[in-house]
């Protein structure tokens, strides 16, 4: 027998089954000239969609955008050519989407992104390497070792530390949360958690975050089995950072009223301002009640890499873990993030072996599987970006971006502060500035739906993308500087038209 054949599914001719084959990932000649061909196609068809627009978004209609989506059947299996899917994904998707990289794209914690990370992209992608183990990743998993030390450094973590890279800030405080429980269950309870679950008393468990910190804290601790009830919102100054003097009053409540608070969270950057928290004070609150100290440092984690504002996240190093995004303020495409801790026998709460995939005799081997690190099985290799940003480019032109990103806020808030049609709520320590269009003597109520009216304007005519926040329940309009090709001619152009649309506003009203 011709073991070379190849056995054919039943009901499909012998060219059929070739036509499905040309789009294997595989060394066939033609499937590799498939694979280039393909490429080029998509790169031109991307270059052209950033020539074509100079706006960060179109306004298509949500309505337009979901009747052309719906309308594609896939009962209709009909192949169709590559030339033909990019042509539809035109309209479906690829002329309307939003381009977080333009300028005027000063919205969410999109930053842009570095050429050098789509390439490694190219790379991540076409090998498809998985992270959960060395028979699946081999030389990646050394790439992603050596990032996860660098970072560890720049964090001040002991030696004994470790990390893992995540998909995202989200996964990387839920890691934070799971550490911080099963830490004081197995220190404070005769109780294995991994093996056993929960204590009764796990009911009284309580988390203080400041009042402004991510709601991914909430959600990961019902997720935890905790409760969303389980978090204790500390109070914030006028810079809306975490208060020491509530914090010790609520840790000091808590115990009063029977609770036991496990862990204090320490924010480095929060969502809307980009505020803070006092992290030395909050690290030495942490030990005197012997509470584990999370800092997320998603949005502020890029700090560290930048001689001029590293000094910002002094008492990070004495965190027990830390969340950095690097899709956020490290310039990377999503997903790129990291969880970190001080001391790797942390990792034994979530450790598991299976046989199939790391066993035992594996870690006796000394085998480097990651997968005991992560909550994810299969993981993408992420860290590839992380590795050819700062082979091309380096931490000092890294760092350059967001310190530009600072000056701007800077500037930002400088402008608002010297106009009487601005009010300005705080001062920007990294580059989110929170402020609202004031031009009368309305009353909060009125301020509200006016610059409700301006966000939503402003998105649906396209030209810029701002966003919005509720402070104290009133609605404030907030830009997150990352770009750094945004001039000060871009945001006093994006201000002109705030006032624009707030003119045509009281007009209307
Ligand atoms: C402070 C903070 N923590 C956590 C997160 C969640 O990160 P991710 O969206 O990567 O899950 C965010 C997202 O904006 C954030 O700002």
Redesign the pocket.
């Known amino acids: 027998m011709d073991t070379t054949e190849q056995i054919k599914p039943k009901l499909l001719s012998e060219n059929q089954v070739k036509a499905y084959n040309l789009h294997l990932f595989s060394n066939e000649e033609k499937a590799i000239a498939n694979y280039k061909k393909s490429m080029k196609k998509a790169v031109k068809a991307i270059a052209k969609n950033l020539q074509d627009r100079d706006t960060p978004f179109t306004g298509a209609s949500m309505e337009l955008l979901k009747k052309r989506v719906n309308h594609i059947d896939f009962k209709n299996d009909e192949a169709k050519s590559l030339e033909y899917v990019i042509e539809e994904l035109k309209d479906l998707y690829l002329n309307d989407c939003i381009h977080f990289h333009h300028p005027k794209y000063i919205a969410?914690?999109n930053c842009p992104i570095l050429t050098p990370t789509l390439v490694a992209e190219a790379f991540i992608s076409s090998l498809n390497s998985s992270m959960d183990t060395w028979d699946q990743s081999a030389g990646g998993t050394f790439i992603e070792l050596k990032l996860i030390d660098w970072t560890l450094d720049l964090l001040g973590y002991p030696k004994n530390g470790d990390g893992i890279f995540t998909?995202?800030?989200?996964?990387?405080?839920m890691m934070g949360l799971l550490l911080a429980r099963d830490h004081y269950i197995k220190t404070n309870y005769n109780i294995d958690p991994k093996m056993d679950g929960l204590p009764q008393e796990a009911s009284k468990f309580k988390i203080l975050c400041s009042e402004v910190?991510?709601f991914?804290l909430k959600k990961n601790l019902s997720l935890l089995g905790l409760g969303q009830n389980a978090v204790v919102a500390v109070a914030v100054d006028k810079n809306f950072k975490m208060s020491i003097t509530d914090l010790k009053a609520k840790i000091s409540q808590l115990k009063e009223q029977g609770n036991i608070p496990i862990a204090i969270v320490g924010?480095a950057?929060?969502?809307d301002f980009g505020s803070i928290d006092p992290l030395t004070d909050i690290a030495q609150t942490a030990k005197e009640n012997k509470m584990w100290f999370h800092v997320?440092a998603?949005?502020g984690g890029g700090l560290l890499i930048s001689e001029l504002h590293k000094e910002k996240l002094k008492g990070i190093e004495l965190s027990d873990s830390t969340?950095i995004?690097y899709?956020?303020t490290f310039y990377q495409p999503?997903?790129s993030?990291g969880f970190f801790m001080r001391d790797k026998s942390f990792v034994d709460y979530i450790k598991y072996h299976a046989d199939y995939l790391n066993s035992k005799e594996q870690e006796e081997e000394g085998i480097p599987n990651m997968v005991k690190k992560s909550i994810q099985t299969t993981r993408r290799f992420d860290a590839l970006k992380l590795w050819f940003t700062l082979r091309i480019i380096g931490v000092r032109g890294l760092s350059s971006y967001l310190e530009t990103a600072i000056e701007n806020a800077k500037f930002t808030a400088e402008f608002l502060r010297n106009r009487k049609d601005f009010e300005i709520i705080h001062n920007p320590e990294i580059s989110a500035v929170v402020f609202r269009y004031t031009p009368y003597t309305g009353g909060d109520a009125s301020y509200c739906n006016l610059n409700s009216y301006i966000r939503k304007a402003i998105f649906n005519e396209g030209k810029a993308i701002i966003t919005s926040t509720k402070v104290n329940d009133e609605v404030f309009l907030k830009f997150t500087l990352l770009n750094p090709l945004t001039t000060t001619q871009d945001i006093e152009e994006v201000l002109e038209l705030i006032i624009q649309h707030g003119q045509e506003y009281s007009l209307k009203n």
């Open positions: 969410h914690l998909s995202g800030g989200t996964q990387s405080n910190s991510h991914s924010t950057g929060t969502t997320d998603a949005y969340t995004d899709h956020k999503v997903s993030s």
